[in-house]
């Protein structure tokens, strides 16, 4: 009950920022003006609002996650409202997961908000709505997940800005998981082998999330891939919750 008071509070504090609405407006501008460069190409329309819709759901829900998520633990130690909170028969544990949850919530909204807004452009385009489609959007949704998981670790022991930095970056090296192995396996420097190797296995490998190209190129993804991947996000983000919450205990407001 506690940690869903915290993620009912958290949800209504995301909702009233007005980042978050001028965020869902560009994403929504965005898959919108895909219909522009559509017309420009010949036969590959759908294709183009595809892509730069998915592009526009992934893109703007890290935005949100990166913004909304790296201030939700530092406003509370800067407002002095955390005294209040540990001074209540809360733990810390709950007060972190009930501020992931509720960030969490808030990004389904968004997601949905902008995933309907792209259904119905390619509904309006091609009279029907491919399934696989939702497969993408579910996937970038375990991927924001992560991404969040990883922007309250960072904020649990920093500040909003380095957070941001932080975060942003892992975001980048995550989607160059490929490379790193490559690098790894093709380095003849051991040291560098080792350093390469301990990033490439603590960072998250989003990688495994992208299928965006697959399914704007119907290629078919099927459900082993799907929960393989899901897995991959829900352990990672238990991990990195689990190192958040010992951070956090250890953490002096003095």
């Not at 082998?193 to 697959?214: H, M």
């Given at each position: ?46 294709k ?24 939700l ?99 980048i ?15 003849e ?7 390469t ?47 958040s ?10």
């Amino acid at each position: 009950m506690k940690i869903r008071a915290i993620m009912v509070n958290t949800f209504r504090e995301a909702i009233r920022d007005k980042v978050l609405y001028s965020l869902l407006f560009f994403a929504l501008l965005m898959i919108g003006g895909s219909t522009l460069l559509g017309r420009l190409t010949i036969g590959e329309n759908i294709k183009i609002i595809k892509d730069m819709g998915l592009a526009s759901i992934s893109i703007f829900g890290l935005l949100i996650a990166i913004f909304v998520g790296v201030g939700l633990v530092y406003k509370e130690i800067d407002k002095k409202t955390i005294y209040t909170v540990i001074a209540k028969p809360v733990h810390r544990y709950q007060f972190l997961l009930g501020k992931y949850l509720g960030l969490i919530l808030t990004l389904l909204v968004e997601v949905a908000i902008m995933s309907f807004g792209l259904l119905l452009l390619v509904l309006s385009y091609e009279g029907h709505i491919d399934p696989s489609i939702l497969k993408a959007i579910l996937l970038i949704f375990f991927e924001l997940m992560t991404i969040t998981a990883l922007a309250i670790l960072f904020s649990s022991f920093s500040t909003p800005v380095l957070s941001g930095l932080f975060t942003l970056a892992v975001y980048i090296v995550g989607h160059l998981s490929r490379d790193l192995l490559a690098f790894v396996v093709e380095s003849e420097s051991t040291m560098i082998k080792y350093v390469t190797a301990f990033i490439y296995y603590s960072l998250p490998n989003l990688d495994n999330f992208n299928i965006k190209g697959r399914i704007v190129h119907q290629v078919l993804v099927n459900w082993e891939y799907l929960s393989f991947a899901m897995l991959y996000g829900v352990l990672y983000i238990l991990i990195t919750l689990l190192l958040s919450m010992v951070i956090f205990q250890r953490r002096d407001f003095k």
